[in-house]
Structure formats: structure tokens, C-alpha cells
């Protein structure tokens, strides 16, 4: 295995907080660990990647490598003072993760940049499908369902023949969970099934910030995932006063046949915010649904497949 490929946790950390008490960063590797120059006559220097995912969140900021099978695009842009991403990137690839945390070139890309300061940018879905395109800084419309990512390293000085750099992506979208009880007088056997309103579509993320602007109004309902009496949802950020319409299929009390119920559900404080996922516990009564508390978590992570990873609830 190439030694510019092995990055400990341990050293990504510290790279990362280097990075945080800094506005200009210089990284530089010192030659002999491979030539990356052997089929590059121009001598420029050879970038490569790796790539851990957290989310947005201060309180419950946690991170972890990138699951493998991730598809990423990458930017570099000539650094300059002012909104760099809205004009032509002077590098720009399409990315894998060959390995949790790996990122490898698309059919065998490799980025080379001559000596001076980048502004450099990623998106991802945290899926295996190729990340929306973006034109003057802003994305083509995005959808609900999707773990929007994005991640920004500015000023990052370019100056020796191989350079790694570690990318930390934010949660650019919002998630639902709901965790499912019986109330009074109700043995919960399963949980069948749960629709969502979420926000309508078409918002378009800034590259140069990685901001969705949230909807202020609802899209038709959609099925949200379920784990046993979990069920979780990806949605585009959200801003309103309006309540969500939730429809839970449950199986109770050992009868043969399901219940539905259909309830509105506030939004906290009126906002779905970027980065934030909610965990909302709903108990079902005889003739309702309703809703304990809500707080903010750690994000349900997806593995390779984009099936949602529900967390163990304590």
C-alpha cells in the first residue's frame, strides 16, 4: 500500500485542529515517499484525499472515515478574497471512497495543482451516486431523501511535490427520527409504517457557503424508513410555523388488523436546521398521538448500501 494513503485517526485529528487555528495552512510532505512526479513532467503537486464525515451540530458533534463506495466531487479554486467558487475551478474530480475514508480518482484521475494558495470544496451524497452539479456557485435543484454533504478548506497553501489533505463533511440537509411508544392502555406490536410531509423540493445549495435555504412550505407526503419501531426521514431544511402531517401504521394489542393514525407534528422552535437531526418521541394512546419531548442528536449515519444506520436509543 502507497504510505500517502495510510492516514491514522489519530493524525487526521490533529490535522483537523490545526486546520481550526489557522486561516492560512501549509502542508507539506516531504519528498521520498513516492515520486508522484514520474508522470507528471510538469512538476506540479500531486493532492490526494481522505474523507470523515460529522455533523453540523456543536453539542453532538461526532465524526467517522467515510463509508467505502461514496461517490465525491472535488474543487479547487485559485484562492482569492472574495467568493472564489462562483467562478472556474482550476481543478475539479469526481471521487470514490476505495476504502472507508480513501478517496480514489474516477477512472484514475489524479489532481495536480502548481505551487500556490486554494480555496478547496466538496459535495457528496453519501451515497454511490454522482453528486448534484454545480454552475456559478450554486447547485442544480435538490431533492428530499438525500444526505446532502459539503465541505470547504480555504487558503491551503500548495508547495511541495505530494500533498494529503483531509476533508470533514457537514450535514447540508436535515433528518426525522421518530421513536415510537405505547401509551396507556396500548401494547405497540409493530410499527407497519410512517408518512412525512416534508419540505418541498428544488432548493439549490451555495457552494461557497454550503447553505440550503430552507422551504417555508410542504411537498406531498413520503414514506419514511423503518427499523423496528424507529422511523427516520432526510429532508431539505425547513422553516415554518406550519405544523408536519405524520401517519403512522401500527399494529396494537395483538389485533388482527392495523391502526392508523395521522397527527400534526410542531416544528421545534419553527426550523429543521441544517446539520440537526430530531429525535421526537411519539406515544400512541387509545385515540392519539403525542409527542413527550424533542432533542437534537447525533445524526443517523447510512452505510454503504444508503440504508439509514438507526442508532441504539438508551
Known sequence: MKKYKI?????????VLLFA???KNTIIFEDGWENPNSNNPDGKALVTFNAAVEDRNLLTRTMAPMKKGIQNQLYAFTSTNGDGAKGIPYAEGLYIT?????????????????????????????????????????SEPLFNGIDYLWWHSPEQDIMSNQVNIPIMYLHAATQVVFEVSGGEGIILNKLVSAMIT????????NLYTGIIPPASIYDKADKMGINGLLAQYIMLPLKTTSPMSLTLEVMVNNESTSRIYSVNVPVPNGELQSGDSY????????????????SIKSWT??????????????
Open 279 to 294: 429525535l421526537f418521541n411519539a406515544i400512541i394512546d387509545e385515540n392519539s398521538v403525542n409527542f413527550s419531548q424533542v
Open 198 to 205: 416534508p419540505p418541498e423540493t428544488g432548493a439549490r445549495m
Open 7 to 15: 492516514v491514522s485517526l489519530v493524525v487526521f485529528v490533529y490535522i
Open 301 to 314: 449515519e447510512v452505510d454503504e448500501t444508503g440504508k439509514p444506520l438507526y442508532p441504539t436509543l438508551k
Open 98 to 138: 476505495s476504502a472507508p475514508g480513501v478517496l480514489t480518482g474516477n477512472d484514475g484521475y489524479k489532481m495536480y495543482l502548481e505551487s500556490g494558495i486554494y480555496d478547496f470544496y466538496a459535495v457528496s451524497d453519501n451515497f454511490s451516486t454522482i453528486p448534484p452539479k454545480f454552475t456559478s456557485g450554486l
Open 21 to 23: 487555528g489557522c486561516s
